[in-house]
């Protein structure tokens, strides 16, 4: 019988959940694997980075080998319904989304939570570069791989079970780790820099099933300057993102930026480099991880986006569920759709979707 | 886990009987010759793998020159409907008679004639999972080259009408197949008795090891092979017969027939108070198939508001080990055709789990079981709510 608690791992089959899940074997938690079948068409496609027979194989084969239990899970009705259909639908309205939050929100730490309840599971583990500390979420340790920024969504009393193993650690010590283990086959294995459900990086296809080909963010429309200028035709709004440059015409003096897309018009607007700078910016959906949220006149860092560097900003105000700031510094495009994360130093103190 | 785990999945798969392992292992290494072979090793082998036939043959009431040996009984499967249809196809007939609820290696080579060009009907099935034998008089005709009914249904263990609807299609001049994997060595099967033309069983149902089967070709029925090469088995299964498992399939099926009739007994028994500990402690429980006549060694449930997955994952961590139905295919997820067949509300077929009693089953562990099923409900349905 096994004294240590029990802790439910999500193990995608990659390196990063393949380590998780031997180092709490190593400290000897009461570990179950399993892995979340969260669309169908995974199983046609090798060497897709989630949800195919290759990948689930992958996990089962480490679970084995680490001696613990492993479950494949279906969850593909309430990833349909709250990621995929969700991503679709901001696509639709000119905003771009990024399903990894939500999956974050509704499907890891909700709907896992809830088999972890099942199965008595104190804790979840996942292979995320981000640590819990003292009931609060960090960024992890490797500035290059923290995943923070897609964690601000998630109910903040999960936040004291978890279990982020490698968030400690970088990713050349997480691959060395999988080596000293010889963990089967994930060592070496190509990171997954897509969307899981999107093959090949073709979200267009996606839209296109969802929303058939005569949407309106799929249907022709006119590029036009911000002085309302009409420089072009475009192919459907939804394959453009602000701060894009591919996919627009050339020819003109100053290289061109997308800085918005309006829906109502079906219009993509166009401008020089400096057209994409803001200092303001407004988010809506705003879940706090702390236990005081930032009030106006605080100081806090901002990303807008995966990776970019963090900005120092100021509260302008925060009403419920809502949040807006002046970042010091102009940053370049602010996208709807998208989210800000807040930090106070390596504290996550909460997010929201860019308005 | 402080109390050894408990295999409730017989139906899925059965431990290889000893006797069975002490059979075959001589033909693995001194007597290891390939039957085809004119010299004395292959002469032995040739001795051993008639004689597994001929005891195969007397297990079903058959001649040895009408078993096939197959891999399996999905070969089998496929062997006698894509093998039977494709030559009365080429008669002129083409019309294939099934039910939604076979096994899918009956479903898959039935739908693979459809594509070949065959006339697929597929017979109405009652609320009970009993075939309804107006459709079939309505769909068994003339036209019909062959008809395929499983005789046991492997998720609900409810038993087929399968002399009426042998009955049927030899008047309406068709070929009848009937898949017994989970019949034999429950029911009395008997080719002398039943007016089938094909006839498939699977040795790892009942203490043979897997990858071994027969399918049983009456005299006279044409079959086209799925398979090219060597003339082995009469030209209908080329390959060098596998004598071990040819001898594993004997022993084990004479030994099923030995104590069929006590073990019927014994594992009706624990089924039955397994299904009645059970429906006493979750007084919502339904039990598929009670309406009708079952195989003693299968019970098939579903629990309202809790979904297989979560169920058999609660009752796994908890030592027990039991199936939604159908162990094929890992990752797959969707829901029993089976139980939608019969016409369930998706959301009980999607609760659905299969419990299967046999040799590893005893009494104490029916009442562990009935002891922490309730636990393991509680937990599927706490991991059904969002957090």
Redesign the interface.
Known sequence: MNAMPRVLVAMSGGVDSSVAAALLVRQGYDVVGVTMKLFEDGAELPDRPCCSLDATSDARRVAEQLGIPHYVLNMIDHFGRDVIADFVAEYARGRTPIPCVRCNTFTKFSDLVAKADGIDAPYVATGHYARAVAGELHRGADDNKDQTYFLWGINRDVVKRMLLPVGEMTKAETRAVARELQLPRVADKAESQEICFVPDGDYVQILRRELGDTAPALSPGRIVTTAGDVVGEHEGFARYTIGQRRGLPGGSADPMYVVALRPETREVVVGPRAALLGTHLSASGVNWLVDTAPRAGDEVQVRIRHRAPLAPAVVDAVADGAVSVTLRSPVSAITPGQSAVFYDGTRVLGGGFIH | ??QPPIYLDHAATTPVRPEVLEAMLPYYSAKFGNASSAHRWGREARAATDAARERIAACLGAQPDEICLTSGGTEADNLAVLGGWRVQQGRGRAGIVSTPIEHKAVLESVHQTAREGGDERLLAIDATGVVNLDSARQHIRGDVALVSVMWVNNETGVIQPIAELAALAKEAGAIFHTDAVQAFGKLEVDVRTLRCDFLSVSGHKFGAPKSIGAVYVRRGTPLAPLFFGGSQDRGRRPGTENTPMAVALATAMELALAERDAEVARLRALRDRLQSLLTERIPELVVHGRGASRVPHILHVSVPDA?S??LL??L??AGVAASSGSACQ??S?TPSHVLSAMGLPPALGASAVRMSVGKLTNDEQIDRVAALFPEAVK?????????
């Open positions: 886990m402080p979904d997955e979560s994952m609660a796994d961590l890992s990752g997820v937990a599927a349905r706490a991991m059904a709510g969002r957090f």
